[in-house]
């Protein structure tokens, strides 16, 4: 079985708890694409990990891959190897496994990142971690691989070679180019720590999908922050759509069985970009606090905001969900009435489908559709039914819209506050 799970907004939809909880039913865990721009929160018990680069399967008996489609900081993945060890949770090269060709940010990426932000008239918001400067150089032909960096005759004679090149870019951004050769022997000494972990992820991937086993590719960031079919320019730089885990993990679009998409019972986003239903008042407040919305990765404060159906539907046919995990309903309770966003109007003309321009998506203003709210505490029910009938209701118009069964509903942070729905 081949599942692939994505979210379906603007990124932390809670895409690491539900991988964590799928995850028991798993052989193999792997992220597609991405970096450490993504923050996946897992929450057994009384202990919470925030992961950046190791999939969210870490506490399952999964074994967990890092594809050739994520740009890998060695830094980063070495301490949260570290930070999981000091937890009782043993990364051996058993447990992980990350491909040859997944491609390492370097120190002048996320030099290169904060410079060029810096610069730009309309920010971005990145998360300054060099994620789009790595993947420039692999589209561009001057990516450092992990078995580069792993291979102590090649690495020197790869860097004697891009170094000029990235203290001219540095300089032209401004910047200081010294971080470029200061950090080099720095960088053998990552590569010889994560050299027993080279995988061959396409391969392994392929070999036990042939076998019967079960293999769950877990997405970072969300449909709208995809950087072909997303707000543009707002967006990251890979491909965050279903699709795009075939293309990043080389196995074929008829092995896929499941497509589940991650979707917040309201939205957020954080960094700049269109929202047409941000709050800038007591609502957006309120969901930011009752949500803890604040970057996983940055602490940013996220932008929030009421449920936006139109982007809702634009992810459903980007992904082609086969099932919804409807993600933080407990963060709505008290609120009454409630709405969603079904539409927007735009030049006098109300429309049920985004704009395909983020400029003109940045003019749409959200029409509104109310529903009753609920009083009661949610997070502490059983199942589905054990909800209040107006919580219900609410699950069942956000599946009627998409035109997609919930079958998941996430009622808390922990691992334990799920409900399956019938
Ligand atoms: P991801 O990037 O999609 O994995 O999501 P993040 O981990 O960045 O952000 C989701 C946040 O919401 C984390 O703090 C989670 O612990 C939390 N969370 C996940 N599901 C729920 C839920 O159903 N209810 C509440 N209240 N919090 C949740
Ligand atoms: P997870 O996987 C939310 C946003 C940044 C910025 C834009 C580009 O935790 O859902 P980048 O550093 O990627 O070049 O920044 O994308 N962004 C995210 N927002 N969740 C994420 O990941 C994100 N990863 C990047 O805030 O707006
Ligand atoms: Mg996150």
Redesign the pocket.
């Known amino acids: 079985m081949f599942t692939i799970i994505t ?1 379906a907004q ?4 809670g ?2 708890k539900i991988v964590d909880v799928l995850g028991k039913d798993y052989d193999l865990v792997v992220r597609f694409q ?2 450490n ?4 929160t897992v929450i057994v018990g009384d202990d919470t990990y925030k992961l ?1 680069l190791i999939p969210s399967g870490v506490l399952t008996d999964a074994r967990l891959l890092i594809g050739p489609g994520v740009v890998v900081d060695p830094i980063v993945l070495i301490q949260e190897i570290e930070m999981l060890r000091s937890a009782g949770i043993e990364i051996t090269p058993e447990k992980l496994g990350i491909d040859a060709k997944a491609s390492i940010i370097m120190p002048y990426h996320i030099e290169m ?1 904060k410079l060029r932000e810096q610069r730009r008239t309309e920010k ?9 400067f790595a993947y420039i150089d692999k589209i561009s032909r001057d990516e450092v691989r992990l078995a580069d960096l792993a291979d102590r005759a090649a690495f020197p004679r790869l860097m004697d070679e891009l170094t000029p090149q990235k203290e001219r870019a540095i300089i032209d951004l401004g910047g200081d180019p010294g971080v470029v050769r200061g950090s080099i022997p720095d960088y053998t000494g990552y590569g010889a720590t994560l050299e027993p972990y080279i995988a061959d992820v396409s391969h392994e991937l392929n070999r036990a999908l042939d076998s019967g086993r079960n293999v769950l590719a877990e ?4 449909a709208h ?1 995809d950087i072909i079919h997303g707000t543009q320019k ?5 491909s965050t759509v279903a699709g795009s885990a075939c293309m990043y993990l080389g196995v074929g679009p008829t092995r896929v069985d499941h497509v589940i998409g991650i979707v917040k019972a309201y939205i ?6 269109p929202l047409p239903t941000e709050d800038h008042g007591e609502l957006g407040e309120a969901l930011r606090t009752a949500g803890a919305e604040f ?4 602490g ?1 404060p ?1 932008r929030c905001g009421w449920f936006d159906a139109p982007l809702a539907r634009k992810s459903v046919e980007l992904n082609a969900y086969t099932s919804i995990a409807l993600t933080k309903l407990d963060v709505l309770d008290g609120l009454d009435p409630i709405s969603i966003c079904t539409g927007y109007e735009l030049d006098g003309k109300l429309i049920e489908h985004p704009p395909i321009l983020s400029s003109d998506l940045a003019r749409c203003v959200p029409v509104y559709e109310t529903m009753d709210g609920w009083c009661e505490d949610i997070t502490s029910a059983d199942t589905f039914s054990d909800l209040p009938a107006a919580a219900r209701d609410y699950v069942h118009r956000i599946e009627e819209i998409l035109g997609v069964t919930v079958g998941i509903v996430s009622i808390g942070p922990k691992r334990s506050q799920v409900l399956f729905v019938e």
């Open positions: 979210g603007f990124g932390d939809e895409k690491g991405g970096g721009n993504a923050g996946h950046h990142d971005i918001g990145t998360t300054a971690r060099g994620i789009g997405g970072a960031q969300g922050l707002y967006v990251t730089s890979s957020t986003r954080v960094g700049e970009g970057g996983t990765t940055t940013r996220r």
